[in-house]
């Protein structure tokens, strides 16, 4: 069964530091996201992209973040300044259509648990 | 503005037993729902979802959740708990509106005891 790949699973950067988390969505979808698990918490929704642009982001993404489909296959979530409060399980999703009327689940990736020192 | 809420931070249960993961939502506009399972270091495996028709929804390892529109509730369910069922579940609502992300409850840690 096709996956949602997240590279890295482990990613330690220092304070003040950018940091590029990767994902592969399944390969026939065409809706990306992003969320994050702060430890002991829920999963907050971070944004979600479609055709090339983002079609929604929630408070938590501010100007330090942003994402990119590069290439054909990869969609990317950077963090431009890093901060402590960062630190969380990073989790990319895929969805195959967007739709109102049919409610596809999203798949997730592993995560890439993001640790700022 | 959609929220979903989980009372229960654990659930023990012991193996064969019938097990009941408890979710209450709110949205606007008609609900999207699901539930998703967590073990630990993976990410979130799609269980089952509720968007119209039969109430009763049957899903993924022998789970099902029932729609209560007038509870609002989802509750996940399933006759026989097996010890590999022991992980996070977490409920999630989408609204009818057009947003397309998932708003999770703060899971449930179901613990299956042998």
């Known amino acids: 069964e096709p996956e949602v790949t997240q590279t890295p699973s482990h990613q330690v950067t220092q304070m003040g530091q950018e940091v590029i988390l990767r994902c592969v969505p399944i390969s026939n979808h065409l809706y990306f996201y992003w969320y994050r698990q702060i430890l002991g918490q829920k999963v907050e929704f971070l944004v979600s992209?479609?055709?090339?642009?983002?079609?929604?982001k929630s408070e938590i993404f501010d100007d330090q973040f942003s994402v990119e489909r590069p290439d054909g296959s990869n969609f990317t979530l950077k963090i431009r300044s890093t901060k402590l409060e960062d630190s969380a399980m990073y989790f990319c999703?895929?969805?195959?259509?967007?739709?109102?009327?049919?409610?596809?689940?999203?798949?997730f990736g592993d995560g890439t648990r993001l640790s700022i020192l | 503005a959609q929220s979903v809420a989980q009372p229960e931070d654990q659930v023990n249960v012991a193996e064969g037993n019938p097990l009941t993961v408890k979710c209450t939502y709110s949205v606007s506009g008609n609900p999207y729902l699901f539930w998703y399972v967590q073990y630990p270091n993976r990410g979130l495996q799609f269980l089952l979802k509720?968007?119209?028709?039969?109430?009763l929804v049957k899903g993924s390892y022998g789970f099902e959740a029932e729609f209560n529109k007038s509870q609002t509730s989802f509750h996940l369910k399933k006759p026989s708990a097996l010890v590999s069922d022991s992980a996070l579940y977490f409920c999630a609502v989408r609204d009818g509106t057009g947003a397309n992300n998932l708003f999770f409850g703060t899971g449930t840690r179901l613990t299956v005891i042998p």
């Open positions: 992209f479609y055709n090339n642009e983002i079609s929604e």
């Open positions: 999703a895929s969805s195959e259509v967007r739709t109102r009327r049919v409610g596809q689940p999203q798949h």
């Open positions: 509720y968007i119209t028709g039969d109430n």
